[in-house]
């Protein structure tokens, strides 16, 4: 090709300068958003068109056997041009140039050289096309290690208790809009390529309409959820991109900035969850604060000291000792009237009672659970801490 084109080569070679310069005039006139552009970006374009034309001398010389040459037109801002520049705008910019250049064909090549030459344009227009697509496809490859290895820090962050604004910063660089209220889950990681998990919960949660930060650490995946308060319906939407095993969900925070609390309560569950086989998928932390104390997690330990135990004391009615009674009989209604003298139903209504006062009924066998060991803990540890 380039000796059938010698001639015509030097011509292209010559009016290298206009064409790029006729490109960029076009693209004033056919492209608004083109017109918008800051002029740093305006004259990074000006460079990839002048670089799209040596690049096709360069094709035309090698008989169109290099195809490398199509990728070095955006070696003069690859990742610049692919983060201000959209992949359809960047096809509408390329397909500008070669309209120029296709246009110029007549005055570009020698004689009996213009079919050569328009059959030529057309092969390299492919190339290019092509060219952009992996561009393009090698940025997004890259943008998404790097968003994963920077979500995977926020939540080790999370998980370190580290201040404020470096979660803020973390998070502001992902595009996280702090959304409150926010949530944590952690559960088991599917296993796989890091990108490629991250990904598919995104596009999950964008139809959601929820924000989200997710990171892996070791073999445990940590999701950091906001804008919805019910975090765990957002976690039963999700489950199915956890691994098997348990899928904890922390507390409610306000913000990103409290949600350590929401990461440590959730990491807690998590470890501790072996000791209910039968737990729901996904489960609340505070589902689990009895396996949780049992386990040797201090807060869970003094939330059931204080919030269950505390709370029966400061209820009064006869509630503290009903608990005890009914546990002693085994949770048999009747065998703990006869033992207080009173009627079944006095013991119904305490039994409501005490629902209401500490959140977990005695009438449902896990939540009788977390009661006796609130019962423990709060005769076994010191009452100081029991706020009357």
């Not at 206009?18 to 002029?39: G, H, N, V, Y």
């Not at 309409?209 to 070791?218: F, P, Q, R, W």
């Not at 009903?322 to 119904?348: C, S």
């Not at 209504?349 to 009788?368: D, I, K, W």
């Amino acid at each position: 090709m380039a000796m059938e084109l010698a001639a015509t080569i030097q011509r292209i070679e010559r009016a290298a300068g206009s064409l790029a310069t006729q490109s960029l005039t076009r693209m004033d006139e056919r492209l608004l958003w083109f017109r918008e552009l800051p002029a740093d970006q305006r004259s990074m374009v000006m460079l990839v068109a002048q670089a799209g034309v040596g690049s096709f001398v360069a094709w035309l010389r090698s008989e169109g056997n290099d195809l490398g040459f199509s990728d070095e037109v955006f070696e003069a801002a690859p990742v610049e041009l692919a983060r201000s520049i959209s992949l359809q705008h960047t096809v509408a910019l390329i397909k500008v140039v070669i309209d120029v250049v296709e246009e110029r064909v007549p005055d570009l090549a020698a004689e009996g050289e213009q079919e050569l030459l328009a059959r030529a344009i057309l092969r390299f227009s492919r190339e290019i096309a092509f060219a952009a697509a992996r561009v393009y496809a090698r940025a997004a490859e890259s943008r998404g290690a790097w968003d994963a290895r920077l979500q995977a820090l926020l939540v080790d962050g999370l998980l370190r208790g580290d201040n404020d604004d470096e979660l803020a910063g973390r998070a502001a660089a992902l595009g996280w809009a702090d959304t409150g209220p926010v949530a944590v889950a952690v559960g088991r990681s599917p296993g796989g390529e890091a990108t490629a998990i991250l990904h598919g919960l995104h596009r999950v949660t964008r139809r959601l309409g929820v924000e989200i930060l997710a990171g892996l650490h070791g073999d445990r995946l940590i999701m950091v959820m906001g804008g919805s308060a019910d975090a765990t319906a957002i976690a039963e939407q999700l489950v199915g991109h956890f691994g098997d095993g348990p899928v904890v969900v922390g507390p409610v925070t306000p913000n990103l900035a409290e949600a350590g609390a929401s990461a440590k309560a959730a990491m807690s569950g998590f470890r501790a969850a072996a000791a209910w086989p039968d737990a729901p998928r996904p489960v609340a932390a505070a589902q689990l604060l009895a396996e949780r104390a049992l386990a040797g997690d201090a807060d869970a330990r003094r939330t059931l000291r204080i919030d269950v135990f505390g709370a029966l004391e400061r209820a009064g009615g006869a509630l503290l000792e009903t608990m005890d009674t009914f546990i002693a009989n085994g949770g048999v209604l009747e065998g703990t009237a006869r033992a207080l003298f009173v009627h079944p139903n006095t013991i119904r209504y305490r039994m409501r009672r005490v629902a209401e006062v500490t959140g977990f009924s005695p009438f449902v066998s896990h939540e009788a659970f977390t009661l006796r060991v609130a019962l423990a803990i709060g005769r076994l540890d010191p009452a100081a801490d029991i706020i009357r």
